[in-house]
T-cell receptor
């Protein structure tokens, strides 16, 4: 088990550029989540996938943001026309399929991608 | 909606001191409650959890009890070590997504 991985770990870009982040969940985890964490705050939910289906998007996810999870494996988060306010740590988490009487499954977090928009 | 309020930091303690970080929540239904820890340069790790009222979560000497009557989930440790220096986040899970507090930075001095 290699854990959740994210790439890149750091990204510096100029305002107006597009960026794309990748998340590889723990294998066989069917649920995948994206969160955003700004300095001095806790993570905030952005979006959630169950397999390849995107089931919820937060109001924080403006039209400039898009997330995909083709084939229900890795996921990408793209930000178009970046703004300085997009500077944050973008966290990905995954959790396994709920089975039997288990109603809770721990979310395992990746190390995050730190985005700086100049 | 769901929300979490936790004690503001930073908190600075001497080794072997008692640590408590207050956490209260607002939620509909019966959420699960968590404490996550973020060590310097590392990702979020689950420290402990409680899934129903009166449950006590514990791990690495840390404890927290799910108090429904006071909507609280305070984190405690009787004797901290320098290695406990980190940012601690209280969180709740209603359906599937986590709602986090702002985090409390704890620094333990030798």
């Amino acid at each position: 088990d290699t854990g959740v991985s994210q790439d890149p770990r750091h990204k510096i870009t100029k305002r107006g550029q597009n960026v794309t982040f990748r998340c590889d969940p723990i294998s066989e985890h069917n649920r995948l989540y994206w969160y955003r964490q700004t300095l001095g705050q806790g993570p905030e939910f952005l979006t959630y996938f169950q397999n390849e289906a995107q089931l919820e998007k937060s109001r924080l996810l403006s039209d400039r943001f898009s997330a995909e999870r083709p084939k229900g494996s890795f996921s990408t988060l793209e930000i178009q026309r970046t703004e300085q306010g997009d500077s944050a740590m973008y966290l990905c988490a995954s959790s396994p399929r709920t089975s039997g009487s288990v109603v809770y499954n721990e979310q395992f977090f990746g190390p995050g991608t730190r985005l700086t928009v100049l | 909606g769901n929300s979490v309020t936790q004690m503001e930091g930073p908190v600075t303690l001497s080794e072997e001191a008692f640590l408590t970080i207050n956490c209260t929540y607002t939620a509909t239904g019966y959420p699960s409650l968590f404490w996550y820890v973020q060590y310097p340069g590392e990702g979020l790790q689950l420290l402990l959890k409680a899934t129903k009222a009166d449950d006590k979560g514990s791990n690495k000497g840390f404890e927290a009890t799910y108090r429904k009557e006071t909507t609280s989930f305070h984190l405690e440790k009787g004797s901290v070590q320098v290695s406990d220096s980190a940012v601690y986040f209280c969180a709740l899970r209603g359906d599937y997504k986590l709602s986090f507090g702002a985090g409390t930075t704890v620094t333990v001095r030798a």
